[in-house]
């Protein structure tokens, strides 16, 4: 039998009712604001490398999934190591329109060049995730692990064995420094514009190891053609499925257990320029929030081996205060400052 309600309790059923509307408005808001027109994502690195590579799968999975009604254009400014494209940033000041993708770039071009730009001339959106570092070397070298390569390149003497990198007096060269004063060795950096080309040089054997990210690398490791020595943390990546025949990223040992005390991680964050609202903000945290979400990103995590640490807000700035200082550190003992 139906129980009549009373106008009491009907009262109560209806606040009940509109309790729990307001509930799912505030747990789902109407966007403060949105796009209206095309969105520029800036990439202050060339194409084929780990921040390209990262960028173009975001721009896919927000088409994929309708997160924007607006298209979000990708766009690389790699000039000047990526001062560019955070110049390009800084000048568009209040502009809701353009979000950049960072890497430690960020810290060391305006700390190797003195060009005019900070971080903090930006707004700090999200980090999206740590990239790692790990030492290759050419498969069909000797080399089985990190100590026995360092060994070789110490009894060959100073600058007789070439390491390739992107860029000169960044995230790098930073590495090859702090790995040359860690083990008393002396490499011949070689710079390179991105990533996929550092991958195909080492591969060709015009140098003998690089320090490539996992998803710069990971298609020539794949393919049996390098392989990793050491990851630059101090935890071994935790992927355990087989990349190659063999191998997992959880089986590339970490630098410090292979007897080579380095460690550096790297920012993939994004950010927007100075003066944006609060309203325009929060719609790219919820943006990024909902991508994070998605197969495809878990499943790039995996693949390109990332901690996938996220963090916006006031944890977001305070860890990008202590990795400035970190970089300041590391940039000061490689001789690597602008001069003032």
Same mark, same amino acid.
């Given at each position: 039998?139906?129980?009549?309600?009373?106008?009491?309790?009907?009262?109560? $059923? #209806?606040?009940?009712?509109?309790?729990?509307?307001?509930?799912?408005?505030?747990?789902?808001?109407?966007?403060?604001?949105?796009?209206?027109?095309?969105?520029?994502?800036?990439?202050?690195?060339?194409?084929?490398?780990?921040?390209?590579?990262?960028?173009?799968?975001?721009? @896919?999975?927000?088409?994929?999934?309708?997160?924007? =009604?607006?298209?979000?254009?990708?766009?690389?400014?790699?000039?000047?190591?990526?001062?560019?494209?955070?110049?390009?940033?800084?000048?568009?000041?209040?502009?809701?329109?353009?979000?950049? /993708?960072? !890497?430690?770039?960020?810290?060391?071009?305006?700390?190797?060049?003195?060009?005019?730009?900070?971080?903090?001339?930006?707004?700090?959106?999200?980090?999206?995730?740590?990239?790692?570092?790990?030492?290759?070397?050419?498969?069909?070298?000797?080399?089985?692990?990190?100590?026995?390569?360092?060994?070789?390149?110490?009894?060959?003497?100073?600058?007789?064995?070439?390491?390739?990198? %992107?860029?000169?007096?960044?995230?790098?060269?930073?590495? %090859?420094?702090? !790995?040359?004063?860690? #083990?008393?060795?002396?490499?011949?950096?070689?710079?390179?514009?991105?990533?996929?080309? $550092?991958?195909?040089?080492?591969?060709?054997?015009?140098?003998?190891? %690089?320090?490539?990210?996992?998803?710069?690398?990971?298609?020539?490791?794949?393919? @049996?053609?390098?392989?990793?020595?050491?990851?630059?943390?101090?935890?071994?990546?935790?992927?355990?499925?087989? $990349?190659?025949?063999?191998?997992?990223?959880?089986? /590339?040992?970490?630098?410090?257990?292979?007897?080579?005390?380095?460690?550096?991680?790297?920012?993939?964050?994004?950010?927007?320029?100075?003066?944006?609202?609060?309203?325009?903000?929060?719609?790219?945290?919820?943006?990024?929030? =909902?991508?994070?979400?998605?197969?495809?990103?878990?499943?790039?995590?995996?693949?390109?081996?990332?901690?996938?640490?996220?963090?916006?807000?006031?944890?977001? #700035?305070?860890?990008?205060?202590?990795?400035?200082?970190?970089?300041?550190?590391?940039?000061?003992?490689?001789?690597?400052?602008?001069?003032?």
């Amino acid at each position: 039998m139906i129980k009549r309600l009373d106008s009491h309790s009907h009262g109560h $059923v #209806t606040k009940a009712c509109a309790a729990a509307m307001l509930a799912l408005a505030a747990a789902a808001p109407a966007l403060a604001w949105e796009p209206t027109k095309p969105v520029e994502f800036v990439i202050p690195a060339g194409t084929g490398g780990g921040a390209d590579q990262m960028a173009r799968l975001m721009q @896919g999975i927000v088409i994929k999934y309708k997160l924007m =009604k607006e298209p979000l254009i990708v766009v690389n400014k790699s000039g000047g190591a990526g001062a560019e494209g955070f110049l390009s940033v800084k000048e568009a000041k209040g502009d809701p329109h353009k979000i950049i /993708i960072s !890497l430690s770039n960020l810290f060391t071009t305006p700390m190797a060049t003195g060009v005019p730009f900070s971080w903090k001339d930006m707004t700090p959106v999200a980090m999206m995730a740590l990239d790692q570092f790990v030492l290759w070397t050419n498969a069909s070298e000797p080399y089985k692990n990190a100590s026995e390569y360092i060994a070789a390149v110490k009894a060959a003497g100073p600058n007789k064995f070439k390491m390739a990198g %992107t860029g000169s007096k960044q995230e790098d060269q930073i590495i %090859t420094v702090a !790995l040359e004063k860690a #083990t008393n060795t002396k490499f011949i950096y070689v710079p390179f514009k991105g990533g996929g080309e $550092v991958a195909v040089q080492l591969v060709g054997g015009h140098v003998n190891s %690089t320090v490539n990210n996992p998803i710069e690398a990971v298609a020539q490791w794949r393919a @049996g053609k390098l392989r990793g020595l050491c990851v630059f943390d101090d935890e071994r990546m935790p992927f355990k499925a087989k $990349v190659t025949d063999t191998q997992s990223w959880n089986d /590339i040992p970490t630098c410090k257990e292979a007897g080579v005390p380095t460690k550096y991680t790297m920012l993939r964050g994004i950010f927007m320029p100075a003066g944006v609202t609060p309203d325009q903000l929060a719609f790219y945290v919820d943006l990024l929030t =909902k991508l994070r979400a998605t197969p495809e990103w878990k499943d790039y995590m995996e693949k390109g081996a990332f901690n996938p640490t996220f963090l916006t807000g006031d944890a977001f #700035t305070k860890w990008l205060e202590g990795a400035e200082a970190t970089h300041r550190t590391l940039m000061t003992e490689a001789g690597f400052l602008a001069a003032r």
